[in-house]
């Protein structure tokens, strides 16, 4: 069981379903799940209230947040437009009761002289705060990307021999326990790679990650140290804390 108490909970569009909703809230958390065509009469019904409504076509009903990001040649422009005008979605969806707005994404990506361009629906039981819905909906994928693709790549976790049982939940276990330690090195410059090769070589390097290390009180909350991971779903906590290990020594 997860303590979920005062928690944002992000699903990918799998996990879109009002009896999760349900379970989240009476946990005193909240919710903030992606919306695709599994959940088709709903995705229908939201794709066409936002359907008019861009950056260059504002809404007075809908809070809006443009951020940027720029890495690797390549410009990010991410529209974020949310609103908590939901008493029509709830009238035809009365399963959905706990939502309490729906919002947009627009991601227009710039490599070179190309651009591409998603737009993505969600559904959430916060308020319609357009920074809070910004940064949830990019601490998502922070986890996607940062651990997720690493567990995959690195660990090879999807060629695992073992897919049942016990052991497999122990070694995701032993492997996220690892991710947790490679990311308490917060003045290395190397690479994940690099920062787990070194763990198994060194064993001073080990044991200073180990026992001398802090696991960093206050993360921001784009730091994916700082969410706790739950198969592909993230909880983004309220205040971002991690764990920090006790002073101790080898014996």
Same mark, same amino acid.
């Given at each position: 069981? +997860?303590? +979920?108490?005062?928690?944002?909970?992000?699903?990918?569009? /799998? $996990?879109?379903?009002? #009896?999760?909703?349900?379970?989240?809230?009476?946990? $005193? @958390?909240?919710? +903030?799940?992606? +919306? *695709?065509?599994?959940? &088709?009469?709903?995705?229908?019904?939201? *794709?066409r209230y936002f359907e008019p409504i861009d950056a260059?076509? &504002?809404d007075p009903n809908v809070a809006t947040h443009t951020a940027f990001d720029v890495d690797h040649g390549r410009l990010e422009t991410r529209f974020h437009g949310i609103t908590g005008d939901v008493a029509w979605?709830? @009238? /035809?969806?009365?399963?959905? #009761?706990?939502?309490?707005?729906? $919002?947009?994404?627009?991601? @227009?990506?710039?490599? $070179?002289? *190309?651009?591409?361009?998603?737009?993505?629906?969600?559904v959430s039981s916060l308020a319609a705060d357009p920074v809070v819905f910004a940064v949830s909906g990019r601490g998502h994928w922070g986890i996607e990307n940062s651990l997720h693709y690493v567990l995959g790549v690195m660990y090879r976790e999807d060629a695992a021999w073992l897919k049942s049982g016990d052991g497999s939940e122990n070694y995701a276990y032993f492997r996220k326990i690892g991710m947790t330690v490679?990311?308490?090195?917060? %003045?290395?410059?190397?690479?994940? #790679?690099?920062?787990? *090769?070194?763990?198994?070589?060194?064993?001073?390097?080990? %044991?200073? /990650? /180990?026992?001398h290390s802090s696991f960093v009180s206050e993360a921001p909350l784009e730091d994916p140290g700082a969410y706790c991971i739950c198969a592909r779903s993230a909880v983004l906590p309220p205040r971002a804390s991690a764990f920090t290990f006790p002073q101790a020594?080898?014996?």
């Amino acid at each position: 069981m +997860l303590a +979920l108490q005062g928690c944002i909970v992000t699903i990918d569009a /799998l $996990g879109c379903q009002y #009896k999760i909703a349900d379970q989240i809230v009476a946990a $005193g @958390a909240d919710y +903030l799940f992606s +919306l *695709k065509e599994n959940q &088709p009469t709903l995705y229908d019904d939201v *794709k066409r209230y936002f359907e008019p409504i861009d950056a260059a076509h &504002p809404d007075p009903n809908v809070a809006t947040h443009t951020a940027f990001d720029v890495d690797h040649g390549r410009l990010e422009t991410r529209f974020h437009g949310i609103t908590g005008d939901v008493a029509w979605l709830i @009238a /035809l969806h009365p399963t959905w #009761k706990s939502v309490k707005s729906v $919002g947009i994404i627009d991601s @227009a990506r710039e490599i $070179g002289d *190309k651009t591409s361009f998603e737009r993505r629906y969600y559904v959430s039981s916060l308020a319609a705060d357009p920074v809070v819905f910004a940064v949830s909906g990019r601490g998502h994928w922070g986890i996607e990307n940062s651990l997720h693709y690493v567990l995959g790549v690195m660990y090879r976790e999807d060629a695992a021999w073992l897919k049942s049982g016990d052991g497999s939940e122990n070694y995701a276990y032993f492997r996220k326990i690892g991710m947790t330690v490679v990311w308490a090195d917060r %003045e290395s410059e190397d690479s994940i #790679k690099s920062r787990v *090769k070194q763990m198994a070589w060194s064993d001073d390097y080990l %044991e200073r /990650l /180990l026992f001398h290390s802090s696991f960093v009180s206050e993360a921001p909350l784009e730091d994916p140290g700082a969410y706790c991971i739950c198969a592909r779903s993230a909880v983004l906590p309220p205040r971002a804390s991690a764990f920090t290990f006790p002073q101790a020594r080898r014996t």
